[in-house]
C-alpha cells in the first residue's frame, strides 16, 4: 500500500493567487482529514469528510478556504486568494472508521505552503 | 474546552535510560487516547491508544502509555530510550460523546535522545 499521497510536497506562490492541495487517501478507507500545522498553533483539523460527506468544517479559517471529496480516492483543499498567514504544512489524513471510532489516523507526508 | 495538554515543549534523556513524555487531558465524556510521533519532513505515524480495558497499552517501537484516570493523564513511555526515537510526539483525544469525532492533538513534545 502506497498510504496517503499529497501533492505537491511544496508549494510557493504569491499573495492573491490560488492554491490547491491534493490527496489521494489510502484505498479502502472512508474518512478522510485536512489538518494545518504550524509553529504557532500546531496541529488544527481543518475539516473531515465520512464516506465523501463533509461531517465538520468548523476548523476552516473563512471563506476563502474550502475542501471537496468528489469521490473516494481523491480530495482537494483549496485556498483563494492565498495569504501569507495562510503559510504552513497542510496535512491530509485518512483512516478506515467503523462505529468504534479508534480507527488510527495515517498521515500523507504533508505539502509545505509558502504564500509570499 | 475539552481538549490535551502537554506540558513539556522538550524532553533530554540520555540513550539507554528510560523516558516519559506527559501527556493530560481535559474532556467531559469517555476519552479514546492516541500517541502519534512525526519525524522531520513526515507526516505522523500512530503509536499506541487507549480505548478501554487495561491502563497499560503497548504500542510500536517499544513505547507503552499508561491511562490514568484520577489523574486525567496518558504519559507515554520507553525502558531504554534509543538515538533514532529523536522525534516530536503527539498526544491526541479522540470525544467520544460529542458530535465532533476527528481527534484533537496536543502542542507536541520534542524528544532529544543524546547518545
Known amino acids: 500500500d502506497a498510504g496517503v499521497i499529497q501533492s505537491p510536497r511544496h508549494e510557493v506562490t504569491e499573495m492573491g493567487q490560488e492554491v490547491t492541495l491534493r490527496c489521494k487517501p489510502i484505498?479502502?478507507?472512508?474518512?478522510l482529514f485536512w489538518y494545518r500545522q504550524t509553529m504557532m498553533r500546531g496541529l488544527e483539523l481543518l475539516i473531515y469528510?465520512?464516506?465523501?460527506?463533509?461531517?465538520?468544517d468548523s476548523g476552516m479559517p473563512e471563506d476563502r478556504f474550502s475542501a471537496k471529496m468528489p469521490n473516494a480516492s481523491f480530495s482537494t483543499l483549496k485556498i483563494q486568494p492565498s495569504e501569507p498567514r495562510d503559510s504552513a504544512v497542510y496535512f491530509c489524513?485518512?483512516?478506515?472508521?467503523?462505529?468504534?471510532?479508534?480507527?488510527?489516523?495515517?498521515f500523507g507526508n504533508g505539502t509545505r505552503l509558502t504564500v509570499t | 474546552a475539552q481538549s490535551v495538554a502537554q506540558p513539556e515543549d522538550q524532553v533530554n534523556v540520555a540513550e539507554g535510560n528510560p523516558l516519559t513524555v506527559k501527556c493530560t487531558y481535559s474532556?467531559?465524556?469517555?476519552?479514546?487516547l492516541f500517541w502519534y510521533v512525526q519525524y522531520p519532513n513526515r507526516g505522523l505515524q500512530f503509536l499506541l491508544k487507549?480505548?478501554?480495558?487495561?491502563?497499560l497499552v503497548k504500542g510500536s517501537y517499544g513505547f507503552e502509555a499508561e491511562f490514568n484516570k484520577s489523574q486525567t493523564s496518558f504519559h507515554l513511555k520507553k525502558p531504554s530510550a534509543l538515538v533514532s526515537d529523536s522525534a516530536l510526539y503527539f498526544c491526541?483525544?479522540?470525544?467520544?460523546?460529542?458530535?465532533?469525532?476527528?481527534?484533537?492533538f496536543g502542542s507536541g513534545t520534542r524528544l532529544q535522545v543524546q547518545p
Open positions: 491526541a483525544v479522540r470525544i467520544m460523546d460529542t458530535g465532533r469525532r476527528a481527534l484533537t
Open positions: 489524513a485518512s483512516s478506515g472508521e467503523d462505529r468504534s471510532f479508534n480507527s488510527p489516523l495515517h
Open positions: 469528510f465520512n464516506n465523501n460527506v463533509p461531517i465538520d
Open positions: 484505498s479502502g478507507h472512508n474518512s
Open positions: 474532556v467531559s465524556g469517555n476519552p479514546y
Open positions: 487507549y480505548i478501554t480495558g487495561d491502563n
